[in-house]
């Protein structure tokens, strides 16, 4: 029997690679003459980089960037042989990197992804996948243009300061320094959310308040961000405002749009192709895969629904093992085989240490043997 493992990581508990271990351990216990492969996911947040890099050969790297609030920091990314580099924008301005009480979308910047995305370059990347996920930002990629070399001007010709409210004071933008070797890269962003830019669900009304934003400085975020996408389109000729996933990650999925010339994909889609995952599951009797939290919200563009949809297209059945169950997590019941949660109701998955992996082998061996009667 062939097993594809193929889980995301559960947040705050185990990585992508852990969390497949623990499952491969936990089929191996009911199955242990079963042909197990391990394929890590992600879905453009937290955890991309290390996935693609565990499956592709990649390299990890880091370099030194500034973080959201200018602090110097050190963020991670990947590149692979095949000339294509991975960077998840959290790295460098994701909330992880401010404590709780620092968190101020109207002065966070995404400066330091530009200079991942120019470390890059530098190492000869002709490809670029950026992670849309975990940011700290509203900025709408504003300081990783300027950190490539545009220039974003108020009426008095002066440069704006960085933050995303500052972008209520633009009146041009200046992109004829841009890094020329922008011109030979292909970008593609990786986003879980379909968010325009701007408006209701727009970046600033619903990714702001955990940002920090109170209700009026959601109100004057997004203000700003409808001055930046007119500007943009009237210097540089490219619509961002509406476009899916222009508001992702605080609206660097439109900065990356506008100044890089990206595509916004879905980010389990680009890392299902970048491993492999789809040619990986023919012939496969089995998928697993999992998150930290099965909820509503999963079937939108996350990895679990991502894998389902490759698995039911190679006529695989799947297991679905989340830490745990949230809000509307029913809708699972219709693409899988079985659902078994770690902790059994739970909204959040299990403590983070050694018992989350054990825990989890110990689901996963329950779940199999659930199923195998089942299927007769």
Not at 16 to 29: F, K, L, M, S, T
Request: with cysteine; hydrophobic share 45%.
């Amino acid at each position: 029997m062939r097993i594809i493992v193929a889980p995301q990581e559960y947040k705050g508990t185990l990585t992508a690679e852990e969390a497949a271990a623990a499952i491969a351990d936990g089929v191996h216990r009911t199955l242990p003459e079963a042909d197990v492969e391990i394929v890590p996911m992600a879905d453009g947040g937290p955890g991309t980089v290390r996935a693609i890099a565990s499956m592709a050969g990649g390299e990890m790297r880091t370099c030194r960037v500034r973080g959201p609030l200018g602090r110097p920091v050190e963020a991670g990314w990947a590149s692979v042989p095949d000339g294509t580099a991975i960077i998840e924008m959290a790295a460098a301005a994701g909330l992880t990197r401010l404590a709780e009480d620092e968190r101020d979308a109207g002065l966070t910047t995404t400066y330091g992804v530009g200079e991942l995305v120019r470390e890059a370059l530098g190492a000869g990347a002709r490809r670029l996948i950026i992670g849309l996920g975990g940011s700290a930002t509203n900025d709408g990629g504003a300081g990783m243009a300027a950190a490539l070399g545009a220039r974003l001007l108020d009426a008095r010709g002066d440069e704006i300061p960085p933050g995303g409210a500052a972008l209520a004071r633009l009146d041009r933008v200046d992109a004829g320094d841009l890094d020329p070797r922008l011109a030979g890269a292909n970008v593609i962003g990786a986003s879980d959310v379909t968010n325009p830019l701007c408006g209701p669900e727009g970046a600033s009304f619903i990714y702001g308040p955990q940002k920090g934003a109170s209700p009026e400085s959601v109100r004057e975020l997004d203000g700003a961000l409808e001055n930046y996408a007119r500007v943009i389109e009237r210097d540089l000729g490219v619509a961002v405002r509406d476009v899916a996933g222009a508001g992702a990650a605080g609206g660097l999925g439109a900065g990356i749009i506008a100044f890089l010339g990206a595509e916004i994909r879905p980010g389990v889609d680009v890392v299902a192709e970048v491993v492999g995952l789809r040619e990986r599951l023919n012939g496969a009797d089995l998928v697993v895969t999992g998150e930290g939290r099965l909820d509503g919200q999963t079937r939108y563009g996350k990895t679990v629904a991502g894998v389902a949809r490759l698995a039911a297209a190679a006529g695989a059945p799947l297991i679905v093992v989340p830490g745990g169950l949230g809000p509307g997590w029913e809708w699972a019941l219709s693409v899988a085989a079985a659902v078994e949660p770690v902790v059994a109701g739970a909204a959040a998955p299990v403590p983070a240490s050694s018992l989350a992996a054990e825990r989890l082998s110990d689901t996963v061996a329950r779940a199999i043997r659930s199923w195998r009667p089942a299927r007769g």
